[in-house]
Every structure is written in structure tokens, then in C-alpha cells.
């Protein structure tokens, strides 16, 4: 069984639409993260969700938001997609701060 | 200048050579990890260190806090090890992983 799932695994959409990226975990985890990889794979972080509490919200912008429904979810939702946020999105979780990270494979988003 | 970095960027070598990523980091830190990002993009983790050394299979991991650096180490190296190894760190003073640039290994057959 695959330990942290993203869905969808491709994206295509035009600009100014809304949209989805769903994240579920099956490890028990209490934390979960997003990250956005940019066009020279840095990974950097958007989100991370401890025990449903958001703990830290990245200058990222408020198109952008993160929705956990219960332990397990962390689900991303973008807003008005805009060109430049074409990138992969990485989902991951983790027992808690500071312990090894498991991450999803990552959904490769374009916006047309 | 970037908190984490890598060396080198991009690293070609045959097939059984043995491979070496060095990992420097200019903050304190409690923990530091060595991620693979496979070419169709998919992110593994393979190590966390708070010291000393670790090893799985061909892949060794040390960590020098003193010195804040460490090294993953690939023996018997083989075309698949090819992909973006990555080092992050978890910062003293916040929750965020401080990620480095990556490392591209090639292993040439």
C-alpha cells in the first residue's frame, strides 16, 4: 500500500480556473506538509498541518489553501491558477517535527 | 548564500565507482536528512541523522556536527542510484526543512 498518495498525478488547466490536489497518508502520521518544487527543483515549503492545526503558512499566496479534513488529509486548493504556479506539488507527512518525512510522488500541475 | 549546500551540482560516474555528496550547512540544526528524487519525480527518503553514521545497503550517511557536514556515500555504484539526491535539515530554532539544491548523480553503465 502506498504510504502517502497524491491525486491527481497530472494537472492540466487553463489559467483562472480553481482546483484540487487531494493528499492522503495511511502511516498515522500527526503532520502533514505541502511543497512546491520549482522549475530548478528547489523544494519549498507551502504548508504544514500538525494534529489539524495549521503550524506554519509560508508567504504564500492566500489562492492557496490548505484543507484538512481529518488526520489522514491534507488536501491543497488553488484559486484563480495563474500562470507561474506551474510546478510539482509534493505532499508529505511525518510522525511529528523533526522525524523522517515520507513523501507523495508529486502532482505535476500546468496551467495553459 | 543558501543555509544547505550541496556538492557537487552534477556528478557523471561508471557504474562501481564510488560515489560521494557532500552536504554543509551554516545553521544549528536537529536533525538532517538525505532524500532521492528519481527521475519521474518521485521523492524517497533514505537517511535522517542527528549523528554519527548510518548505513542501508550500499548507501553510508555521516554526519559531522561540529564541522556541519555530512556525506552520502554510494558503493558499488549502478545505473540505477541515478537521481537528484537531496539534503535537508531540520533548523534548531524552527520546524522547517532547509532544503538543499540537490545533487544530479548520472551512473554510467
Known amino acids: 500500500d502506498t504510504a502517502v498518495s497524491q491525486t491527481p498525478k497530472y494537472l492540466v488547466t487553463q489559467m483562472g480556473n480553481d482546483k484540487s490536489i487531494k493528499c492522503e497518508q495511511n502511516?498515522?502520521?500527526?503532520?502533514m506538509y505541502w511543497y512546491k518544487q520549482d522549475s530548478k527543483k528547489f523544494l519549498k515549503i507551502m504548508f504544514s498541518y500538525n494534529n489539524k492545526e495549521l503550524i506554519i503558512n509560508e508567504t504564500v499566496p492566500n489562492r492557496f489553501s490548505p484543507k484538512s479534513p481529518d488526520k489522514a488529509h491534507l488536501n491543497l486548493h488553488i484559486n484563480s491558477l495563474e500562470l507561474g504556479d506551474s510546478a510539482v506539488y509534493f505532499c508529505?507527512?511525518?510522525?511529528?517535527?523533526?522525524?523522517?518525512?515520507?513523501f507523495g510522488q508529486g502532482t505535476r500541475l500546468t496551467v495553459v | 548564500k543558501n543555509e544547505v549546500e550541496q556538492s557537487p551540482q552534477n556528478l557523471t560516474a561508471q557504474e562501481g565507482e564510488f560515489i560521494t555528496i557532500n552536504c554543509s550547512y551554516s545553521?544549528?540544526?536537529?536533525?538532517l536528512h538525505w532524500l532521492q528524487q528519481h527521475p519521474g519525480g518521485g521523492i524517497v527518503s533514505l537517511f535522517m541523522?542527528?549523528?554519527?553514521?548510518k548505513k542501508h545497503g550500499r548507501l553510508i550517511a555521516t554526519i559531522n556536527i561540529q564541522e556541519k557536514h555530512s556525506s552520502l556515500h554510494i558503493t558499488a555504484s549502478h545505473p540505477r542510484d541515478s537521481a537528484v539526491y537531496i539534503c535537508a535539515v531540520n533548523g534548531d530554532s524552527n520546524y522547517q526543512l532547509i532544503w538543499g539544491a540537490g545533487t544530479k548523480l548520472i551512473i554510467k553503465p
Open positions: 502511516l498515522g502520521h500527526d503532520t
Open positions: 545553521v544549528g540544526i536537529s536533525a
Open positions: 508529505a507527512s511525518s510522525r511529528g517535527f523533526r522525524t523522517e518525512a515520507f
Open positions: 541523522l542527528s549523528s554519527g553514521k
